[in-house]
């Protein structure tokens, strides 16, 4: 069943109240000409615009650690890119993940202002905002990255200091994990990830 998101800007909310065009018809240029967020975080899955609260200072720190893993397993070593937020404009679905990787021979996606197309791995950050949202495969960010193709999606949850890791294989993921500790992640994307799941965490 398709996850039933309530109007409430203390969770991830369906933001019909937000002037543009009709939900199921969002697309970049509709996103782009948002007026000022005022703190809170756009996306569009399936047409429908959704609205997030502000990340918290916990969320920023834990994004700026996951960056800083990743920069030095793909941007050190020449495997890639590493961006954090940054927009990606797939058609029905405009996303806003915590990170992403784009490795070299995906490089075309990149543009000056957004990735048109699937990174090769998405990270996202849950919270108790956001978790079911991140989670759901039906009608969430879990189904629209498997929609657009994104081969792998990391979900990092702050509280029980675990990551879960999803492969795609056919139009959907299968979940592999928690990981936790000095667990090592089995990404497909990055075999050389030595990185424990415990040091994209704060100490």
């Known amino acids: 069943m398709t ?32 007026p000022d967020a005022g703190g809170f975080r756009y996306e569009v899955i399936e047409g429908v615009l959704y609205m997030a609260p502000a990340p918290t200072p916990e969320h920023e720190n834990i994004a700026a650690l996951v ?3 990743l920069v030095t397993v793909v941007e050190d070593a020449e495997l890639g890119r590493v961006f954090t937020s940054p927009d990606i404009d797939a058609g029905v679905h405009v996303l806003r993940p915590d990170a992403v990787v ?13 990735l048109i197309g ?16 991140d989670r759901d495969e039906e009608g969430g960010k879990r189904a629209a990255y ?9 979900i990092l949850d702050p509280a029980t200091r675990t990551i ?5 294989e056919g139009d959907a993921y299968r979940e592999l994990g928690p990981f936790a500790g000095d667990d090592q992640l089995p990404s497909r994307v990055l075999p050389s990830l030595t990185t424990p799941a415990r040091r994209f965490f704060p100490r």
């Open 3 to 34: 996850l039933a998101i309530p109007d409430t800007a203390e969770i991830v909310v369906r933001a019909s109240h937000v002037p543009g065009p009709p939900q199921g018809r969002w697309d970049y240029a509709a996103y782009t000409a948002l």
């Open 67 to 69: 960056a800083a893993r």
């Open 102 to 114: 784009v490795l070299a021979a995906n490089q075309g996606i990149i543009t000056d202002r957004r």
């Open 118 to 133: 699937p990174p090769d791995l998405v990270v996202e950050i849950a919270s108790p905002s956001t978790a079911a949202y």
């Open 146 to 154: 498997a929609r657009i193709g994104v081969p792998e999606y990391w």
């Open 164 to 168: 879960s890791l999803f492969v795609r």
